[in-house]
C-alpha cells in the first residue's frame, strides 16, 4: 500500500499559500517530514486526515481516494494532532474503552480484549486506572497512539508528538511508533531533526509550503558531502562571516560560536572539512543554496 500525494495546494483565505504543489510518495514504514515551524507541516497532515480540503491536488492511498472517500479513509486512519485533549477526569481504560464503542468495536469481550492489548503496548497497562489529567506528557501522548491504533489503521499521522518530552518518555514514544511503522504507513512531521534521524528510512523536508527535498536520510548526506566546513570563531568575526558565506548553523560551544557553513569549495578563512549530518543537510535546505537549488 502507498500513499500518493500529487501537486497539492493550498492558499487559506488571508492569503497565505500553506502548500504549493506538494508531490510526495509515501510507502510502508516511518516517514519523515521535517520542518521549521509556519512550513506548512500541519495543513498537510490535517489534509491526508481529511480534515480540511486543498484548493488542488489528488490524494490516493491504495485504492481509496483521499478527497473524495473520506469514510474510507477515516475508517482506516489513526490520527494524533498536534494538540491532543484528553478528558482529565476519566481514567485511560475507560476512555479508551469508550473511543472503542465510537470506533465500532461494540461487542464487549471484543472490546476488552483490544483495550488491553493497546494499553500493553503503549506501556500503559499499569497506570490503566488513573486519570488521564494525571499522566505525563509522555504518557498522553502514548494515550494518544493507544486511541490512533483502535482502528487497526493503515495510515497513522503523527503530528509533532515529541514536541515537550523529556528524553526518556521521547524514547520511549519513538521506540513505540518504530514498532508500529513496522507493517503501517507513518507519518511523522517534526522540527526535530534527530527524530527523523534516528527512526526514518525515508523523508522529506519542506519549507514554506514547498517540498524542498525528498528521499532518503542517507542520500541526503551524500548531497553535502565534502560542503560542510566549521570554525570556531570570535564573536567579532560573526558579523562579517554571515554577510560573506552561506552560514547554515550557529552553536555556542563554551560560549565561543562554532558556525557551519555550506560551500562547494574550501572557504579558506581557516574553516575546516567536517562530515555533515542530517541537521547540517536539514539547515542547508532551510538557510543555504541547497534551498535555491531545489
Ligand atoms: P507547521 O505545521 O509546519 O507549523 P502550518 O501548516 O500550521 O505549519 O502553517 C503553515 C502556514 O499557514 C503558516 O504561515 C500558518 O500561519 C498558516 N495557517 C495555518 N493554518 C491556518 C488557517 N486556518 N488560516 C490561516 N492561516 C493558516
Not at 507513518?186 to 531533526?193: K, M, N
Request: charged share 25%; hydrophobic share 40%.
Amino acid at each position: 500500500m502507498e500513499l500518493q500525494i500529487q501537486n497539492l495546494s493550498k492558499t487559506y483565505p488571508n492569503g497565505v499559500q500553506a502548500l504549493q504543489d506538494v508531490s510526495l510518495t509515501i510507502r510502508q514504514g516511518m516517514f519523515g517530514l521535517l520542518g521549521p515551524n509556519g512550513a506548512g507541516k500541519s495543513s498537510l497532515m490535517r489534509t491526508l486526515a481529511t480534515l480540511q480540503e486543498p484548493d488542488s491536488g489528488t490524494i490516493q492511498l491504495g485504492d481509496i481516494n483521499v478527497l473524495t472517500q473520506k469514510d474510507e479513509v477515516r475508517k482506516t486512519l489513526g490520527y494524533l494532532p498536534q494538540e491532543f485533549g484528553v478528558y482529565p477526569k476519566i481514567d485511560a481504560e475507560t476512555l479508551l474503552s469508550h473511543l472503542a464503542v465510537l470506533k465500532g468495536i461494540t461487542n464487549r469481550s471484543e472490546r476488552k480484549d483490544v483495550v488491553k492489548a493497546l494499553l500493553q503496548k503503549t506501556n500503559l497497562y499499569d497506570a490503566r486506572k488513573k486519570n488521564l489529567g494525571g499522566y505525563s506528557g509522555g504518557m498522553k501522548q502514548r494515550f494518544g497512539i493507544a486511541q490512533a491504533l483502535l482502528a487497526n489503521p493503515k495510515l497513522i499521522i503523527v503530528d509533532e508528538p515529541t514536541a515537550g518530552l523529556d528524553p526518556a518518555e521521547r524514547n520511549r514514544f519513538l521506540n513505540l511508533l518504530s514498532e508500529i511503522g513496522e507493517n503501517t504507513i507513518v507519518i511523522l512531521s517534526t522540527h526535530i531533526v534527530d527524530d527523523v534521524k534516528e527512526l526514518c528510512s525515508d523523508m522529506a523536508i519542506i519549507n514554506k509550503g514547498q517540498v524542498l527535498y525528498k528521499g532518503s536520510p542517507k542520500k541526503a548526506l551524500g548531497e553535502i558531502e565534502g560542503k560542510i566546513w566549521e570554525k570556531r570563531v570570535p564573536k567579532s568575526e560573526l558579523e562579517e562571516l554571515r554577510a560573506t558565506q552561506t552560514v547554515i548553523s550557529e552553536k555556542l560551544v563554551g560560549g565561543m560560536p562554532v558556525i557551519h557553513i555550506l560551500a562547494d569549495e574550501n572557504p579558506g578563512l581557516g574553516f575546516e572539512p567536517i562530515e555533515g549530518d542530517l541537521e547540517d543537510v536539514y539547515f542547508s535546505y532551510i538557510f543555504g543554496k541547497q534551498a535555491v537549488d531545489a
